[in-house]
């Protein structure tokens, strides 16, 4: 029995040859429209699925030179993957801390590092923000002050109007204080 969708095959296969191909009457267009993005969809999966496959291929490849290379190393120093990677971790430690002497023991665990960390710095930036006062700017960590004035082309207080035709013409004027920026700094600006 035929449904309305599917017809027989025109032709019987041989025995040998069991590729039974189905033809399809497509009556309604929203149907065929339906169909046919059902089967993009999955010819897309497929792809992704073996774009993910060839990733993780990559991925494990990666993995495996990694550890064949502290295998490597390993046999040539004698240090254990472990003793490797705490090695990797105090040379990357000493990289960023500037001085070593005012922080207690940095390779116990990464978290004692890290708020040892956070409180050098925090007390580098609180002595800093101290001596910004004193108007000593070389000795500051990160020094904040105003350089000049920002004035607003419109006469009220609410700033840009939302006309869209006035938005475009919208500028504002940057005023420097001339004894805080350099008249060097300011070249090519206007270009």
């Given amino acids: 029995m035929q449904s309305w969708w599917e017809a027989e095959p025109e032709a019987s296969p041989t025995p040998g040859k069991v590729k039974a191909k189905k033809v399809v009457i497509m009556v309604d267009p929203l149907e065929a429209k339906r169909l046919v993005g059902k089967e993009m969809e999955e010819i897309k999966g497929r792809g992704k699925q073996q774009r993910r496959r060839e990733i993780e291929a990559i991925n494990g490849a990666w993995a495996i030179i990694g550890l064949l290379i502290g295998l490597v190393i390993e046999a040539q120093t004698g240090k254990g993957i472990v003793a490797q990677l705490a090695g990797y971790w105090s040379a990357v430690v000493h990289l960023f801390i500037p001085s070593t002497q005012n922080l207690p023991q940095l390779t116990k665990t990464p978290l004692i590092v890290l708020l040892s960390i956070h409180l050098f710095y925090s007390k580098a930036l609180r002595e800093a923000l101290?001596?910004?006062?004193?108007?000593?700017?070389?000795?500051?960590?990160?020094?904040?002050?105003?350089?000049?004035?920002?004035?607003?082309c419109f006469s009220t207080r609410n700033g840009t109007p939302r006309q869209p035709l006035l938005v475009s013409l919208a500028r504002a004027c940057l005023i420097f204080n001339p004894a805080l920026v350099p008249h060097a700094s300011l070249e090519g600006l206007g270009e």
Wanted: proline share 9%.
């Fill in 130 to 152: 101290a001596q910004s006062e004193s108007h000593d700017l070389h000795n500051t960590i990160s020094p904040m002050r105003p350089i000049g004035t920002v004035q607003s």
